[in-house]
């Protein structure tokens, strides 16, 4: 075999199916005994026999999705806010069930990140050997690749902050060491919330190129944004999501077009300027 070839995806492999799914959360409301703790923990022990009597509110937050994603696909999931984009990201990555229906995946979906794993008053540095380890990298792996994280990331630019704790970062520059973290592995299946959206286009654009390098090595990503642009930049098919159903699944030029005149945020072209009238001496 010769160790140059490149490496074939095979496109026709699916890495994640959903299968009609529905999620539903449910949300307390003010029943009966609203001020006693003894009622309300009755009212948790007893739910699936109290829930009208106690005012348990049913919101369907996703309605009979169904999709297969392949092997190699960058995928944009768009839709107005509450429309239950990121509700399906996290039913994917595992981390919410599924109320009937089934959502299947081919390896581990990482959900950007490792949140749940950064520490606040642990300095950046630490973090990005936490993360790595939430992510089931060696210590020897992280070694490796901490000064391309951290390169990555850009928050060393005005300062030496990879050395303060991650509580005095700005949002912007947690957000882009998360991705910058998560990003340093190849993933079977990786879903990014809202990650491109940080930052200035300089990191958008370092952000977008390694998204397509992993798509290079067989994985799947999906990108919840509300920025059409990077869509357009990383995505090659687009699922539409609207009040929980899904609208359209197609190219991302097509579903993007389509969303555009829904929502009416086309921005319009600029007019041409008028020619100056020439002047005659």
Not at 129 to 135: I, N, T
Not at 187 to 204: K, M, Y
Request: aromatic share 6%.
């Amino acid at each position: 075999m010769d160790a140059n070839a490149p490496t074939v995806i095979d496109t026709n492999a699916p890495t994640v199916i959903a299968d009609n799914v529905d999620i539903v959360y449910r949300v307390n409301g003010t029943g009966a005994g609203k001020g006693s703790a003894t009622a309300a923990l009755n009212r948790i022990m007893r739910r699936k026999q109290t829930e009208k009597a106690s005012g348990v509110r049913k919101v369907h937050a996703v309605k009979k999705v169904s999709f297969v994603a392949y092997k190699g696909e960058a995928i944009g999931l768009i839709g107005t806010n509450g429309s239950g984009k990121s509700t399906l990201l996290k039913a994917v990555a595992g981390l919410l069930p599924v109320e009937s229906g089934a959502i299947y995946t081919d390896g581990q979906p990482s959900l950007l990140g490792v949140n749940a794993a950064l520490m606040g008053d642990l300095t950046g540095e630490r973090n990005v050997y936490l993360g790595g380890l939430a992510m089931g990298m060696s210590r020897e792996q992280i070694k490796e690749r901490y000064q391309e994280i951290v390169d990555f990331s850009g928050i060393n630019e005005k300062g030496d902050f990879i050395t303060l704790p991650m509580r005095t970062y700005s949002s912007g520059m947690g957000a882009r060491l998360r991705f910058s973290i998560a990003a340093a592995k190849d993933h079977d299946v990786l879903l990014i919330d809202e990650a491109l959206a940080t930052g200035d286009r300089s990191f958008q654009k370092r952000s977008e190129q390694r998204i397509r390098e992993l798509r290079k090595h067989a994985g799947t990503v999906f990108l919840v944004s509300h920025n059409n642009k990077s869509i357009r930049d990383t995505c090659d098919r687009v699922l539409w999501l609207e009040r929980g159903e899904l609208r359209m699944d197609g190219p991302t030029e097509d579903v993007l077009k389509e969303y555009e005149a829904f929502t009416g945020d086309k921005t319009p072209t600029k007019p041409k300027a008028k020619p100056k009238p020439k002047v005659t001496v």
